[in-house]
């Protein structure tokens, strides 16, 4: 009788630990498919952010490469072919800004929720200096506008010459200014590569070999 008992109570055990073990399972499988879930979604996300960010950046490195040769050749003296050249950067640029402009700037911009770029690029800092060049252009071109109506108006006088003078030298100043402008936007071309390039080196992790 004492062996019948043991036999119930050893198979009840037996079944109560096979239950265990399975329900176990079950809820250790339902993790694992639940982390792969989210890690699965989270790595769209960031091939999503990357695409966007480096089509949005390749097309704008377009534009400030056009714009870098614009700017570099603006005091060019102008005839027909320099004038259809310059026209024409400035079209294609104008185009790429437009084309980059209207990309995803909302998946683009969260690139930095997935990458930890470190560039000058993003820390505004290159922006910042950038802007500071544009603006200084129209009191320059202002100055050497001045410079030149006040050389016309003393124009067979005593300080013509020194006019003339005043005038070349903010010619010289803008003309350098236009110079600085194109090594800027040389300068925010280089900074963007660099973050296209730590973009790619690190979705090469999950290059499939």
Do not use: C
């Amino acid at each position: 009788m004492t062996e019948y008992w043991t036999g119930i109570l050893g198979g009840l055990i037996g079944s109560i630990l096979t239950v265990v073990v399975t329900k176990l399972l079950e809820i250790l499988q339902k993790s694992k498919e639940h982390k792969y879930s989210l890690q699965k979604s989270f790595f769209e996300k960031k091939l999503a952010a990357a695409e966007a960010t480096i089509t949005q950046y390749t097309i704008l490195s377009g534009a400030l490469v056009n714009l870098s040769v614009l700017y570099g050749r603006i005091h060019n003296e102008s005839n027909d072919v320099e004038d259809f050249l310059q026209n024409n950067l400035h079209e294609q640029a104008m185009q790429q800004l437009a084309v980059a402009n209207n990309a995803s700037f909302i998946v683009a911009n969260s690139v930095t929720l997935y990458f930890d770029l470190i560039t000058e690029f993003n820390q505004n800092q290159v922006i910042k200096d950038f802007y500071n060049l544009l603006g200084s252009i129209q009191p320059l071109t202002d100055n050497r506008d001045t410079a030149y109506e006040h050389y016309e108006s003393v124009i067979g006088t005593d300080l013509e010459q020194a006019a003339y003078r005043l005038y070349l030298q903010s010619e010289q100043d803008l003309n350098n200014l236009m110079e600085a402008v194109s090594s800027s936007y040389i300068n925010f071309n280089n900074q963007l590569m660099m973050v296209i390039a730590q973009i790619r080196e690190e979705m090469k992790k999950f290059d499939y070999k």
